[in-house]
């Protein structure tokens, strides 16, 4: 009995360790390394998640993250509406390429999981060129936080 409990005890910490290893493997490439791990570690299904579980992680993620940034940028409407009115699009539109990823990764194809991030990665960005040097501090937070969420899920589509 006792040797059945250290067998299972082992087993369970070698699926730990693969687990542990897979994140750190994916967040070594990510745009932030750091926010990778926080993000993914912090989330309860990346336990026992495979790549294709942790790229429906970042998505949620990154969707959660994106629709922040359309209310940061939203609440500088009336000094800047017609940048604020262009990022809400493009960041509507990142939104809309994190769905086609999504849909991409169950469907096990790569490269449009690749293509749909990078172009929500874009979108996301575009919102920083809008503004050029006078974008708000706030808007800038959101728009990166936005940005290197999106960028883990183009780390994990890399390992796929």
């Known amino acids: 009995m006792a040797s059945l409990f250290l067998l299972a005890s082992l087993a369970l910490a070698f699926l ?75 960041f509507n539109d990142a939104i809309g390429d994190l769905k086609e990823s999504s849909q991409a990764l169950k469907a096990g194809n790569k490269g449009d999981v690749q293509t749909r991030g990078s172009s929500a990665l874009t979108n996301a960005g575009t919102c920083d060129d809008e503004f050029g040097g006078k974008e708000p501090p706030r808007v800038k937070a959101a728009s990166k936080t936005a940005q290197d969420i999106i960028g883990i899920l183009l780390a994990i589509a890399n390992k796929l």
């Open 16 to 90: 730990c360790n693969c687990q542990a290893d897979l994140i750190s493997n994916v967040c070594s490439i990510a745009i932030n390394p750091s926010l990778c791990t926080q993000t993914l570690r912090s989330d309860p299904r990346s336990r026992g998640a495979d790549l294709k579980g942790l790229g429906q992680i970042a998505i949620v993620k990154a969707e959660a993250a994106t629709q922040n940034a359309i209310r940061v940028v939203k609440s500088f409407s009336g000094k800047f509406k017609a940048i604020v009115d262009t990022c809400v699009e493009t």
